[in-house]
C-alpha cells in the first residue's frame, strides 16, 4: 500500500473497474460490486473526497481524481497478478483465484508484486483474460465485443471471460470455452436464442446470458476463408500479440 489503507485500496480498485476513471458512477452500482450497504460506501467516499482520491457531484456520483486512478490501478495490477501468480505458479484453478487474489493483494506492496510478476512469467493478462496494469499505470487490451453481438460465420478468438461467479467458470473451462483459443460461431437461433459456438474443444450451445459475459477479438470478413480452431491457450498470458486499444474498465470484474 501506499498511504492509504486496504479497504481504500479495494474501493479505488472496483471504482476503476466500473469505468470512474472517465465517468461518474451511482454510489449504488459501487455498494453493489463490493457487496456492502449504501452506508457503507457513503463513509468511505466522504473519507476519500478528504483524502483528494475522489470528487463527487450531488445526483452525478463518484469519479476518480488522478491520484484516485493511480492508487486504483496499482489495486487492480497487484489483483491481477495474485491470481495470475496463483494460477500458474501455485496451481489455483481459475474460477478459485479471485478471492484468494484479493486477500493477497490486500498485503502485497510493491516488491511483492513485481516478484509475483516475475515468477508468474510477465503475464500480459489474468487467468480470466482482463489486462495487467503496467508498473508504470499503463493499461492496454485488444478491440473485443461480447460474444452475443458476433454475427453466425464469423471467427475469432476469445479475449476475455467477464464473470466471477466459480460455476460459470468451471462450466466454461469444461467446455473449452478459454481466453487465447480460436472460436467459430457455427450457428444462431432466432430472437435471442442460444448460439453454437465451436472451439478445439468441439461444439457448445451457449445461452445468451453466458454470451454476454464472453468477449471475443473478431477476425476480418476476409480472414474467415478456411480458418479452424487449432491452438490451446496459455491462460497466464492469454491474448497473444494482438492490436491493442486502450482498456474500456467499465466491464471489468476482476
Same mark, same amino acid.
Given at each position: 500500500?501506499?498511504?492509504?489503507?486496504?479497504?481504500?485500496?479495494?474501493y479505488l480498485g472496483e471504482l476503476f473497474r466500473l469505468g470512474g476513471e472517465n465517468d461518474f458512477v451511482h454510489p449504488g452500482s459501487w455498494a453493489e460490486t463490493l457487496?456492502?450497504?449504501?452506508?457503507?460506501?457513503?463513509?468511505?467516499?466522504?473519507?476519500?473526497?478528504?483524502?483528494?482520491?475522489?470528487?463527487?457531484? =450531488?445526483?452525478?456520483? !463518484?469519479?476518480?481524481?488522478?491520484? &484516485? *486512478?493511480?492508487?486504483?490501478? +496499482?489495486?487492480?495490477? /497487484?489483483? @491481477? $497478478?495474485?491470481?495470475?501468480?496463483?494460477?500458474?505458479?501455485?496451481?489455483?484453478?481459475?474460477?478459485?483465484?479471485?478471492?484468494?487474489?484479493?486477500?493477497?493483494?490486500?498485503?502485497?506492496?510493491?516488491?511483492?508484486?513485481?516478484?509475483?510478476?516475475?515468477?508468474?512469467?510477465?503475464?500480459?493478462?489474468?487467468?480470466?483474460?482482463?489486462?495487467?496494469?503496467?508498473?508504470?499505470?499503463?493499461?492496454?487490451?485488444?478491440?473485443?465485443? =461480447?460474444?452475443?453481438? !458476433?454475427?453466425?460465420?464469423?471467427? &475469432? *478468438?476469445?479475449?476475455?471471460? +467477464?464473470?466471477?461467479? /466459480?460455476? @460459470? $467458470?468451471?462450466?466454461?473451462?469444461?467446455?473449452?470455452?478459454?481466453?487465447?483459443?480460436?472460436?467459430?460461431?457455427?450457428?444462431?437461433?432466432?430472437?435471442?436464442?442460444?448460439?453454437?459456438l465451436r472451439v478445439p474443444a468441439g461444439e457448445s450451445v451457449l445461452g445468451q446470458e453466458l454470451a454476454r459475459v464472453i468477449w471475443v477479438e473478431v477476425d476480418s470478413?476476409?480472414?474467415?476463408?478456411?480458418?479452424?480452431?487449432?491452438?490451446?491457450?496459455?491462460?497466464?498470458?492469454?491474448?497473444?500479440?494482438?492490436?491493442?486499444?486502450?482498456?474500456?474498465?467499465?466491464?471489468?470484474?476482476?
Open positions: 500500500m501506499t498511504g492509504i489503507t486496504a479497504s481504500q485500496a479495494a457487496h456492502v450497504s449504501p452506508a457503507a460506501v457513503s463513509r468511505m467516499a466522504r473519507r476519500l473526497e478528504k483524502g483528494g482520491l475522489i470528487e463527487r457531484r =450531488p445526483y452525478r456520483g !463518484v469519479r476518480l481524481t488522478a491520484r &484516485g *486512478r493511480t492508487e486504483g490501478v +496499482r489495486a487492480v495490477r /497487484a489483483h @491481477r $497478478l495474485a491470481e495470475a501468480y496463483l494460477v500458474r505458479v501455485l496451481g489455483y484453478g481459475w474460477h478459485e483465484a479471485h478471492d484468494t487474489a484479493d486477500r493477497l493483494g490486500e498485503i502485497a506492496d510493491e516488491t511483492l508484486v513485481a516478484r509475483m510478476e516475475a515468477h508468474a512469467g510477465y503475464p500480459r493478462r489474468c487467468p480470466h483474460g482482463e489486462p495487467i496494469p503496467g508498473a508504470d499505470g499503463t493499461i492496454e487490451v485488444p478491440e473485443d465485443v =461480447p460474444l452475443h453481438t !458476433v454475427p453466425e460465420g464469423r471467427t &475469432g *478468438r476469445i479475449s476475455r471471460i +467477464r464473470v466471477r461467479e /466459480a460455476e @460459470r $467458470l468451471q462450466y466454461l473451462e469444461a467446455k473449452g470455452v478459454l481466453p487465447g483459443l480460436p472460436f467459430t460461431v457455427e450457428g444462431r437461433a432466432p430472437f435471442e436464442g442460444p448460439i453454437r470478413p476476409t480472414s474467415n476463408r478456411g480458418r479452424k480452431p487449432s491452438s490451446l491457450p496459455d491462460r497466464g498470458t492469454s491474448g497473444g500479440d494482438a492490436p491493442a486499444t486502450v482498456l474500456d474498465s467499465s466491464r471489468a470484474v476482476c
